[in-house]
């Protein structure tokens, strides 16, 4: 049944949308025990409110369980956007599928629950499970949740007009294929932010601070808190420049017109592009701008096709096979730009001409921008990105065309 907006009846039966219904929160709470869930909102809450880069960080990771948390609130409920009620139409899922289900499935769903409110884990891969489901049947297909219900390595059966495919979905996050990762650099940045406060208070104007690391962020190619060292000094010895084989530290004036500076970041983001990394200290009218890139390109879509090659072997290979990838951790410029540059679609097309795909009939993509309903060009049109695989084509497919064809 689709989503209606607030107030809108279904010309059958003038019933509200069920995602509404204030009983509905509360039993997907229940799911994972109203204690547990209100310590993991503590929990994240506490983290999110930090001042720094790192709380920032932890918003947007556990977006997805701080929107659910807000949407408990009735008043926040009716009003309730086209995308939140579309989230809301998945925990509804939720809540169904626990009820249908005998004891040991329900304690698989719990325990993916519970696993999704655990250390830095979140909610998404659940719900992309779940968002797949609601794809499918939309696009005409009977769903079973198979591996809940009878424990299969594959996640869904979706058949259609008596043919039947396997749906794996599989959550990676983009961080697996960063130089930089997001998580590192936030915990650079506010590591040495009280010193980058105090030496703009001495040093009035604008100003950027340019990083060029060669090897990347990660722990394992720099010594994160030698870099620390280094900038602090580089700052209270009044240089200019600070070069050595793992980093290249260069501090500029930031030239900004008139009508730039009240958003020094976006037009960085411009000068810099979708995989720099940025960060704003600010204060009385001045700005320092610390701005990094990583001497090689981030290898995303890479990351995508190791975790296709680990997934595809829970594929039996008894009927068609479908690979539903969701990246987390992705802004909206990376997503765009791994688009536009067909970087998904050329690795996943490669690797559908290898024996490790053997099984996969076609891959599909998604983000949090299609999960959060946002609007082309920053979602994909269709909900996915979606690549056939040639080598596995057969007439016999022909009722699986809405699950299998290509798509973006």
Known sequence: MPIQDAGARSAAGHQTDPSVDPKLLPGFFGLAGAKRWAARLEDIGRRAAVRSFTGRAAQERHALELTLHRLSCSRALEGAS????????????????ANELPTAPRQRLRAQLLAGLTGEANLIPLFHLLRVAALHRARGFEVRFTGLADGTPHDLLISRLGAEAEVVCETVSAEEGRHMPRGDWCALVDGINPDLQTWLAAHPGRYVLKMSLPDGLKQDALDVAELQRRIVAMLRERKRQDAGTDAVLKLDPLLLAGSQT??????????FGPEAHLAVAQGNGNVLVLAARAGQASDIAQAVCRRMVAAAPRLSGQRPGILAIFLDDLGRQEWRGLRDRMELEGAARRLLTTDAARHVSAVSCASRMEMFGMASPDAAADGELRFRNPGRSSPHDAALLPALASLG
């Open 82 to 97: 086209p995308a939140e009620r579309q989230i809301l139409s998945y925990a509804r899922e939720a809540v169904r599928l």
């Open 262 to 271: 009240a958003a020094p970041a976006t037009v960085l983001r411009a000068l």
